[in-house]
C-alpha cells in the first residue's frame, strides 16, 4: 500500500506564513510529479502547484509569487511554503502524487487525506 500523509496546517493571520509538508510512504517504485491542491467549502478542488522529479515546478495563478512548491526525493516528501496569506486561502490542502508501487506496471495518483488552513483577517 501507499499513503500520503500531510502536515503543517493551522490557523494564520493574514500576512503570515505556513509550511505544508507531505511525505509518501509503503511499497513505492517510483514517483513522478508531486503537488497540492485545495478545497474551499463548496467549491471545486483548485489546483495550486506541482514540481516535476527533476524539480520544474508551475503554478495556479491565484498563488503565483506566494506559494513555492519544493520536494526532498530521498525523503519522498512535498513541500508548500506559503507566504502573505489571505483569508480567501482558507481551505483544506490536499497533496497528490502520481506513484509507482512496486510490482505496479504505471504510475497513478494518490492523494494525502488534507489537512486544513484558515487565515484570519
Known amino acids: 500500500q501507499v499513503h500520503l500523509v500531510e502536515s503543517g496546517g493551522g490557523l494564520v493571520q493574514a500576512g503570515g506564513s505556513l509550511r505544508l509538508s507531505c511525505a509518501a510512504s509503503g511499497s513505492i517504485l517510483g514517483i513522478n510529479a508531486m503537488g497540492w491542491y485545495r478545497q474551499a467549502p463548496g467549491e471545486q478542488r483548485e489546483f495550486l502547484a506541482v514540481?516535476?522529479?527533476?524539480?520544474?515546478?508551475n503554478y495556479a495563478d491565484s498563488v503565483k509569487g506566494r506559494f513555492t512548491v519544493s520536494r526532498d526525493n530521498a525523503k519522498n516528501t512535498v513541500y508548500l511554503q506559503m507566504n502573505s496569506l489571505k483569508p480567501e486561502d482558507t481551505a483544506v490542502y490536499y497533496c497528490?502524487?502520481?506513484?509507482?508501487?512496486?510490482?505496479?506496471?504505471?504510475?497513478?495518483?494518490?492523494w494525502g487525506q488534507g489537512t486544513q488552513v484558515t487565515v484570519s483577517s
Open positions: 497528490n502524487a502520481q506513484i509507482r508501487r512496486i510490482g505496479g506496471m504505471t504510475y497513478r495518483d494518490y
Open positions: 514540481i516535476t522529479r527533476s524539480g520544474s515546478e
